[in-house]
């Protein structure tokens, strides 16, 4: 339960009774207070569907306690830095948020309008930056909630779970002045007992794609749990899971642009038994009614349904896991694979949160001066481990924990070693 300071009065925000005191709070644009810190954190009401809820202001999750329902690591930590206020901006004054896409939602002609190729690529581009496919889904799955653990979480997620928060989490987002919640189809967990009815909503979300005017063909965003990709008669075909009898067709280029870009994400899939590969991507209908894609991305999560890059990170979260520690996993967003970002950020020790450094074996000079300039920016003791050179160092204690020393790498190391 969160509660929060309204007037003077304390409130529930999730009770159903706090409904009418959200509705007037947001009517006269009235800030609650968090009481997680000293002096305490304004927060503000938007309303989402019928429904009233309560929202930090934006960019301060940091600046609430990290036990609290509302933290949220510093935004340069991960690749969200990059994005806030740019390809991501909240408007307080009724509670949407803005997105600015990098890829397109129609098609013109025979082909797409013009997408990122989906390579990685450092190039900063003068309109301003976008959010690509990835980091869209980068994006719902950390509104949703899924990179965050606690061991209250145990045992308790599941496509159902998966299905219903980023559902929501799509809920008040606007793209190109449009809901981002009309045009995201997530497949709903299948019950063999409601066949029907899961197939008449699935038709009616999907339904505008097969009545369209002369022009740009309007496509729609799909995430979902890849079951299979296999061989089709032309090309091949991406099948989910509780999704069996939809396939969507990928023709050759995709699937050649998919192998090459996403190598490192289906090596982790197909190696990792109890992995998932969740599947973004944009995808129309055909006169026969045929999805096919026109652009996606992968991402690997564990069995908690929490991201990973490689097995390094998936050692380290399942010992956080095991460990029972509160934490919140880095995205990536655009950030290229070249630079560095925080891992995972502790929010269970004292005095300080800890940020965790997983080093790649492939990190060179450049990524460790990028690192360094990082952790000296940041207020976070850091923790660091040169993985594939060093075992894993012991995880922080709950209480003081002492920062480690950032490592020389690459040119830094040699540099070192010279000068001694």
Not at 63 to 86: F, K, M, N
Not at 132 to 140: E, P
Request: include cysteine; glycine fraction near 8%; hydrophobic fraction near 40%.
């Amino acid at each position: 339960m969160h509660t929060f300071l309204l007037d003077g009065y304390e409130l529930d925000s999730a009770a159903d009774e706090s409904q009418g005191l959200l509705g007037k709070a947001h009517a006269s644009k009235s800030r609650l207070l968090c009481m997680c810190t000293r002096p305490p954190q304004e927060m503000y009401v938007a309303k989402v569907g019928q429904r009233f809820y309560v929202k930090r202001m934006p960019n301060t999750g940091s600046r609430h306690a990290p036990g609290c329902e509302s933290y949220e690591p510093p935004a340069e930590l991960s690749g969200l830095g990059d994005l806030i206020g740019g390809a991501i901006t909240e408007d307080v004054a009724d509670g949407s948020t803005a997105l600015r896409l990098g890829f397109s939602l129609s098609k013109v002609g025979g082909r797409s309008a013009p997408v990122s190729s989906g390579a990685e690529s450092d190039t900063v581009k003068t309109d301003g930056k976008k959010l690509t496919l990835r980091a869209t889904l980068h994006y719902l799955w950390d509104q949703a909630g899924f990179n965050r653990w606690t061991p209250a979480m145990a045992g308790k997620r599941s496509w159902g779970v998966v299905h219903r928060y980023l559902v929501h989490a799509a809920e008040g987002k606007t793209a190109k002045g449009d809901a981002l919640a009309d045009a995201l189809f997530v497949p709903e967990p299948f019950y063999l007992q409601d066949k029907d009815g899961i197939e008449r909503r699935r038709l009616a979300k999907i339904a505008p794609l097969r009545v369209q005017a002369k022009g740009a063909k309007r496509l729609m965003i799909v995430v979902g749990e890849v079951k299979a990709i296999e061989p089709s008669r032309y090309g091949h075909k991406i099948v989910l899971k509780h999704l069996a009898d939809m396939p969507f067709m990928v023709n050759d280029d995709l699937h050649k642009r998919m192998a090459k870009r996403f190598a490192d994400e289906l090596e982790l899939w197909n190696s990792i038994e109890s992995a998932h590969l969740v599947m973004i991507g944009t995808f129309g209908l055909g006169p026969t009614g045929v999805a096919s894609l026109e652009e996606l991305a992968l991402m690997v999560v564990t069995q908690e349904w929490l991201p990973i890059e490689s097995v390094f990170e998936l050692d380290l979260l399942a010992a956080l896991v095991e460990q029972k520690r509160h934490f919140t996993k880095g995205m990536r967003y655009n950030l290229v694979s070249s630079r560095p970002l925080a891992t995972a950020v502790l929010q269970d020790t004292k005095p300080a949160s800890a940020a965790l450094y997983v080093i790649p074996p492939t990190a060179e000079a450049d990524y460790g001066a990028a690192l360094q300039d990082l952790v000296e920016g940041s207020e976070l003791v850091a923790w660091f481990w040169r993985a594939g050179e060093d075992p894993c160092p012991p995880l922080p204690a709950l209480e003081g924990y002492e920062a480690m020393p950032v490592p020389q790498i690459g040119e830094q190391e040699e540099s070192k070693t010279t000068t001694a």
